[in-house]
C-alpha cells in the first residue's frame, strides 16, 4: 500500500493534480510565510521555562517596574578629558531620550567617571510585543540624538538593549544565508549531475517547502503557543535545504537508473519512487522523531527548535516525494539534458572511486574498523577543552559592534556592572534582612535601600563583574544560596545575569535528559527498520563516535584558531541532535541498499554493491548539507558560526569516513550476523567468500 501510495506522482494525471494542489497551498503559504518574524519572541526572558527563579522573580517585580524592559547604557568619551559642553550635551540628550516612543521613566544619570574621562546614563526602554526589533528602532533613534553635534564626542549604546539591537543586526543577515544556501544546493547539483537545468527542479521544490513550512510555524506560534526566534528561523533554512536536497538526490539517482530500463518515464518514477520511497522516509521520519525529542526540553528556544524543524523536516519530504516527482515526469528526459539517460543505454561502467574504496576496505576490514574508530577515539578527547559553559555578551558576535565597544569603554571608566542591576524580591517583613546579607556576597559592590509595595520589597544590587560574564554568574550563584538561606523571606533574585544563568543551567539539565532518549528513540526506528538488534546499535555507536570526533576537533578550531570566548550552553545539545539523526541519515541509505544486495547475493557482496551503489549520492548529500549548514557562517554571530562548523565537519567526517570505510569495514568483518536475528541472519550464503580473499568489482559500479 506505502509504495502504491508513493508512485502516484509518478501517473498521468496525477503529476499534472499533484503540481496543481502545491501552486494552491504555497499561494497563501507565501503570504503567511512572511509573517514570521511577528510571532518571533528574542527575548532570552521568554526563554526560561515558568519554574526559573528568575522568571518568578520578573513576574513578582512587575509591581515595582513595568514589564519587558530592557536597560540601555548609554556612554560618551572623551580621551582628552570631558568638557563642560560635553557634560551639558549629555544633560540634553537625556531629555531627548524621553520623548523617544518606548523610554520609559527617569533617565539615570548623566554621571561623570571618576576618572572625568567618561560619561554614563541608563534609559529604560519596553520592548513590549516588539521584542528586540522594538529596542533596535529605540537605539537607533537613540544614537541619532547621541551623534548630533557631538564635536569629538564618543557615543555608544550599550547594555542589554545595546546588545538586543546588535543582534537584530546580525540577524537581518538572513537572506544572504538562504542565498548562500541555494547558491551551494546549486553549484552541489550541476557538478553531480553536470546538467543546467536539472537543479532547478530540487532547488524549487526546496523552495517551496521552505515556505510551506515557515507558514505552518507561523501559524503554530500564533495560535498554539510554539515559541520560535530569529535563531529558529535561520536553522530552519539550512535545515530544509539541505535536508530535502539531500531526499532529491537519493530519488534522482534512482531515477535515472530506472530511466536507462524503463521507456516510459512515468514507470521509471514510479519504480523510482518504490524502490527509494521507503529508506528516504525512513530517514525523514528518524530525523523528525529526534527533532520532536527537544520537546522534552525545559528551554522553550530549544523546546520550540524540535517541532519546528521537524516541520521542516517532514514538508521537506513531502515535497522531494510529491511536487519534485511531478515536476521530473511533466519535464521529461530534457531534464537531464546534455547527458540524457536514454531507454537501453548502460550506465557508466568505470569503477567509481567508492567501488576502489570497498575493494581495498575489503582486503583487512577488521584492522581498517579498528584502525578507523581508534583515530576517530583520539581527536573525540579534545572534547574535554569545549567551553560550553556560555558566551559572555562582549564575545557573541564575529565582529565589532557598537555595543561591544560601549562596554569596552564603559569597563575603563565605570564599575563593570553599573547600569545593568541585579533585583532581589523579598518579603517586606525581611528587606532590612535581605539587604544585610546581600551586601556582604563577594561580588556585589553595592545594594540600594529596599523599595516597599504591597507587602514585597525591591533591593537593587550592582555586580563587581561584567554582567553575563562567569565571575558574575558565580556571584549571582552565591547571591542566591545566600538569601534563600532567610527563613520566611521568599527571596527570588532576578535581572540579566541571572537570567543568563537559568538559560545555562536548563541548558546542561536538557543535554542530560535528551541526548540518551534520542539515542533509544533512534535505535528503536533502525531495529523495526532492519528488522535486527546488531546493525541498529553498531551504526548508533559509529554516529557516536562521530559526533565526538567532531565534538573534539570543534573545540581545537574554537579554542586555537577562531579564539572564541566560549561555547552557547546548549551548543552541544543541538550538535549532538543535527549530528546524530542527520549522520543515521546516510545510514539508513547505505544499509537499506546493503540489505536489499544482500538478499540476493550475501552481505559480504551486499556492502560492497551498496557502497559503490550510494556512495556517490551520499557523498554529492553530505557536501550539500555541509555546505548549507557553513553557510550559517555569513551570519557575524559566533553562534551560528559555531554550530555551522561542527555540523559541517561532522557531516562531512561521517559521509566520508565513517559511512563509507567504518560502517563497511564493520559489515565485512561482522557478516551476517549484521542481522541478527531476522530471517536474513539465518539464511546459509554459501556465495560468500572467505573474508580474507576480496570479492571483484561490484555488481553496480558508478
Known amino acids: 500500500m506505502l509504495r502504491k501510495l508513493l508512485s502516484l506522482p509518478a501517473g498521468r494525471v496525477a503529476k499534472w493534480v499533484t503540481a496543481a494542489l502545491w501552486l494552491a497551498l504555497l499561494i497563501p503559504a507565501l503570504m503567511l510565510a512572511g509573517k514570521v518574524g511577528d510571532v518571533e519572541k528574542n527575548d532570552n526572558a521568554a526563554w526560561l521555562p515558568g519554574n526559573a527563579e528568575s522568571t518568578k522573580a520578573v513576574e513578582r517585580a512587575g509591581k515595582f517596574q513595568p514589564a ?49 574621562k567618561a560619561i554614563q546614563t541608563v534609559v529604560q526602554i519596553h520592548d513590549g510585543k516588539e521584542g528586540w526589533d522594538g529596542a533596535r528602532d529605540v537605539v537607533d533613534a537613540m544614537t541619532e540624538v547621541g551623534e548630533q553635534h557631538a564635536d569629538g564626542l564618543g557615543f555608544h549604546v550599550t547594555g542589554p538593549a545595546g546588545y538586543a539591537s546588535d543582534s537584530i543586526d546580525a540577524f537581518s ?9 541555494a547558491l551551494v544546493v546549486v553549484a552541489i547539483l550541476l557538478l553531480t549531475y553536470r546538467s543546467p537545468l536539472l537543479p532547478l527542479v530540487p532547488l524549487l521544490a526546496a523552495g517551496g517547502a521552505l515556505v510551506t513550512a515557515e507558514a505552518v510555524i507561523y501559524l503554530l506560534a500564533k ?46 518514477m514510479a519504480q523510482a519512487l518504490r524502490r527509494s520511497g521507503p529508506a528516504i522516509i525512513a530517514s525523514a521520519a528518524t530525523v523528525a522523531v529526534s527533532l520532536l525529542v527537544l520537546m522534552l526540553a525545559t528551554l522553550n528556544s530549544t523546546k520550540g527548535l524540535g517541532p519546528a524543524s521537524a516541520i521542516g523536516i517532514a514538508v521537506g519530504l513531502l515535497a ?21 539517460p536514454s531507454y537501453g543505454s548502460a550506465p557508466p561502467t568505470r569503477p567509481s572511486i567508492w567501488t576502489r574504496v570497498g575493494t581495498a576496505v575489503s582486503h583487512r576490514p577488521r584492522t581498517v574498523w579498528i584502525g578507523t574508530a581508534g583515530i576517530l577515539a583520539v581527536m573525540t578527547i579534545a572534547v574535554t577543552g569545549l567551553k560550553a559553559d556560555g558566551i559572555p555578551s562582549s564575545g557573541q558576535f564575529t565582529t565589532s ?18 547600569g545593568d ?123 557516536v563516535l562521530s559526533f565526538g570526533a567532531a565534538l573534539g576537533v570543534s ?10 570566548a566560549g561555547a552557547d550552553a546548549n551548543f552541544p545539545l543541538l550538535v549532538f541532535v543535527f549530528l546524530v539523526a542527520l549522520g543515521i541519515d546516510y545510514n539508513i541509505f547505505l544499509v537499506t541498499r546493503v540489505r536489499e544486495e544482500a538478499l540476493s547475493h550475501g552481505t559480504r557482496q551486499g556492502a ?63 557478516g551476517r550476523w549484521m542481522w541478527w536475528p531476522s530471517e536474513l541472519f539465518n539464511r546459509h550464503h554459501h556465495t560468500q567468500p572467505p573474508a580474507d580473499k576480496p570479492d571483484l568489482e561490484p555488481a553496480h559500479a558508478g
Open 68 to 116: 519587558e524592559t530592557l536597560p540601555a547604557i548609554v556612554i560618551y568619551d572623551r580621551p582628552a578629558g570631558i568638557t563642560p559642553a560635553d557634560m551639558a550635551k549629555a544633560l540634553a540628550d537625556a531629555d531627548a531620550f524621553k520623548d523617544i516612543k518606548n523610554v520609559v521613566g527617569q533617565p539615570q544619570g548623566p554621571s561623570k567617571s571618576q576618572d572625568g
Open 173 to 181: 543577515g538572513g537572506g544572504l544565508v538562504e542565498t548562500i544556501t
Open 223 to 268: 495560535n498554539a503557543g510554539l515559541t520560535v526566534n530569529t535563531q529558529t528561523s535561520f536553522i530552519l533554512t539550512v535545515l530544509v535545504f539541505g535536508a530535502a536536497t539531500d531526499y532529491a538526490l537519493l530519488l534522482i539517482s534512482r531515477y535515472r537508473e530506472e530511466l536507462r530500463r524503463h521507456e516510459d518515464r512515468h514507470e521509471a
Open 320 to 340: 522531494m516525494v510529491t511536487l519534485m516527482p511531478a515536476l521530473l515526469v511533466i519535464c521529461g528526459r530534457w531534464i537531464f539534458w546534455p547527458v540524457r
Open 401 to 418: 559592534t557598537q555595543a561591544v565597544v560601549g562596554e569596552q569603554i564603559q569597563a575603563r571608566h565605570f564599575p563593570a556592572g553599573s
Open 421 to 543: 542591576p541585579v533585583y532581589v524580591v523579598a518579603e517586606a517583613s525581611s528587606a532590612d534582612q535581605v539587604t544585610t546579607v546581600l551586601s556582604t556576597v563577594p561580588g556585589i559592590t553595592d545594594v540600594t535601600a529596599p523599595t516597599i509595595k504591597d507587602g514585597d520589597a525591591l533591593i537593587l544590587a550592582t555586580l563587581r563583574d561584567a554582567p553575563g560574564s562567569k565571575a558574575a554568574m558565580r556571584t549571582i550563584e552565591r547571591a542566591r544560596t545566600a538569601i534563600h538561606r532567610i527563613d520566611g523571606a521568599g527571596a527570588l533574585l532576578g535581572g540579566n545575569t541571572a537570567i543568563a544563568l537559568d538559560i545555562q543551567q536548563a541548558a546542561a539539565r536538557d543535554a542530560k535528559v535528551i541526548i540518551p532518549i534520542v539515542l533509544l528513540v533512534v535505535l528503536a526506528i533502525l531495529a523495526l527498520l532492519l528488522r535486527a538488534i546488531v546493525a541498529p546499535l553498531l551504526l548508533i555507536a559509529t554516529v
Open 555 to 564: 573545540s581545537l578550531v574554537f579554542n586555537h584558531v577562531f579564539d572564541f
Open 608 to 670: 560492497l554493491t551498496g557502497l559503490s551503489a550510494t556512495g556517490g549520492v551520499i557523498t554529492s548529500a553530505g557536501l550539500v548539507l555541509a555546505g548549507t549548514f557553513a553557510a550559517l557562517g555569513a551570519l557575524p554571530l559566533v553562534f551560528a558560526a559555531q554550530l555551522g562548523f561542527a555540523v559541517a565537519f561532522g557531516v562531512l567526517l561521517d559521509t566520508m569516513i565513517v559511512r563509507s570505510v567504518l560502517v563497511t569495514a564493520l559489515t565485512l568483518d561482522v
